[in-house]
């Protein structure tokens, strides 16, 4: 399991010319599975993202998570974060999770995330979607479970 962890002023995903969801300060997540990713990797995942100290204190500090702040979480399914580029220049996704596995644990690791106080909103899941993204700092954090 994969996640490219965002800190945004704004963040947003459009569907066919069409906002589907959209945040406030937060996390915009990328969220790529592999075929043999579990239900615990993603719970685990969703603590460690939530607890995430990236977010400034009163002092100008990066020490405080997205709960400390009360943000939101906008999390997009991304299979291209599991590209095989090693041979020629064409991208192989052989190595990530095909949809029936993906899916439910896209759906589960937002749910995870939604219980521990984030409040969670998502992309459409296999859509041709449009991200837009206002990074804060910037501040991109990737991580694997």
């Not at 969670?120 to 993204?133: D, R, S, W």
């Amino acid at each position: 399991m994969r996640a490219v962890v965002q800190r945004v002023n704004t963040g947003s995903v459009s569907v066919g010319g069409q906002i589907l969801s959209q945040i406030g300060p937060g996390l915009v997540i990328l969220l790529g599975i592999g075929p043999d990713d579990t239900k615990e990797q993603a719970a685990a995942l969703a603590r460690k993202i939530s607890l995430l100290r990236i977010f400034g204190d009163e002092e100008g500090k990066i020490n405080r998570s997205v709960l400390d702040i009360h943000g939101e979480a906008l999390v997009v399914s991304q299979f291209t974060l599991y590209a095989d580029t090693r041979k020629g220049n064409r991208p192989s996704f052989v190595n990530a999770a095909p949809p029936n596995l993906a899916e439910p644990l896209v759906d589960y690791f937002a749910g995870q995330l939604n219980e521990l106080g984030v409040p969670v909103k998502t992309g459409q899941f296999g859509a041709y979607m449009v991200v837009n993204i206002e990074n804060d700092g910037p501040v991109t954090i990737w991580l694997e479970y």
